[in-house]
């Protein structure tokens, strides 16, 4: 995409974190601004970041269709087709992977993958119609997976399945849109840690999927990321720009942290080679005995 300048941007999950920042980026390059997220007081303040400037700012759960749906028709009457849909808001959740209760599915999978199921479903024809309409007509999604989309560590089960089927849907996506337009484009982002609300996610967790009380690798999954996230060398600033950097270059995949990838290719040589999941703590060992020895007896 080269012409961002009065264009329209949808971005969920903008109150916060990498949302938050492709905001302000499109701000920058003269966008108009759809900025969702369930969160109403952090969808306020950064609306009000954006006083003077073209925003829809509007409070959306992305797991309920029907306010997907409104949000679209909102989006139609106010600017048209948009331009750019960053497909974004995401929560975290972990544990062992059979200890999630339904609830724990439902409310993952409903915000990781059917938020950005909706946000395809229901921005792509709008701008496959817009397409077919002008053909200077030039638009871009993106849609936010994980390195978990990739790879499988343990403890995250709920976490991976959700973000490697956002992947699957943006390859297929990818693959889709190159059979029907060259005016359309999309990506994947696969952050690594980056520090941002991503470990407090439960503050968003509507009542009606409440957690149960936390198991013992539950709390270490939670001591664990909350480690691993505040960590991040990088800041979702970085990331944005990289979001916007692939847009630019009509770049699918778009990696925080590209030395994470070698684990992804241990993981396509374990398929290969049919070859057992390789121990993720094989260069950190002690992690690996540490989280054993804290699960031993779960
Ligand atoms: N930060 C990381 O380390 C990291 C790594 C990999 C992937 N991600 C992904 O990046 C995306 C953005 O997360 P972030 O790291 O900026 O975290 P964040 O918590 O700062 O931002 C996520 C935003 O999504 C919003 N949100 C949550 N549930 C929602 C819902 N049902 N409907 C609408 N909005 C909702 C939150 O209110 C929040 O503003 C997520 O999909 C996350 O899974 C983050």
Redesign the pocket.
């Known amino acids: 995409m080269k012409n961002y300048q009065g264009k329209t941007a949808v971005i ?2 903008a ?5 938050l920042e492709v905001a302000r980026l499109a701000a920058l390059r003269g966008m108009n601004l759809v900025l ?4 109403s007081d ?1 969808l306020e303040k950064a609306a009000a970041e954006f006083d003077g400037h073209p925003v829809m700012a509007r409070r ?4 309920k269709a029907a306010e997907m749906e409104a949000l679209a028709a909102a989006v139609q009457q106010r600017f048209g087709a948009p331009h750019f849909v960053f497909n ?5 959740a972990g544990g062992l992977v059979w200890e999630n209760t339904a609830a724990d599915w439902d409310w993952v999978l409903g ?2 993958l059917m ?1 950005v199921v909706h946000g395809v479903r229901l921005f792509t024809p709008m701008m496959l119609a817009a397409a077919t309409a002008d053909p200077a007509y030039e638009g871009h999604i993106i849609n ?1 997976a ?3 989309g990739l790879l499988n560590a343990p403890n995250m089960g709920i976490y991976n399945v959700s973000k490697h089927a956002v992947v699957a849907l943006s390859e297929t996506l990818f693959q889709d849109l190159s059979l029907v337009t060259e005016q359309i484009r999309c990506s994947v982002l696969c ?4 520090p ?3 470990a407090q ?1 439960h503050r ?1 967790r509507p009542a009606e999927a409440a957690s149960s009380k936390p198991t013992q690798a539950q709390l270490i999954s939670q001591a664990m990321s909350d480690k691993a ?1 505040s960590s ?1 060398k990088l800041s ?1 600033a970085d990331v944005a720009a990289m979001v916007f950097a692939a847009a630019d270059a009509e770049q699918f995949y778009v990696f925080s942290h590209p030395k994470s990838l070698a684990g992804v290719q241990t993981r396509m040589e374990d398929v290969m080679l049919l070859r057992n999941p390789t121990d993720p703590f094989k260069d950190k060992p002690e992690l690996g005995a540490k989280l054993r020895a804290a699960l031993k007896g779960v």
């Open positions: 969920t999950g109150g916060s974190g990498f949302g969702c997220d369930v969160q952090a959306v759960d992305v797991a974004n808001a995401g929560v975290a915000v990781n938020g936010t994980s390195m978990a952050p690594f840690f980056v941002t609300g991503i996610s968003n996230v991040g979702a």
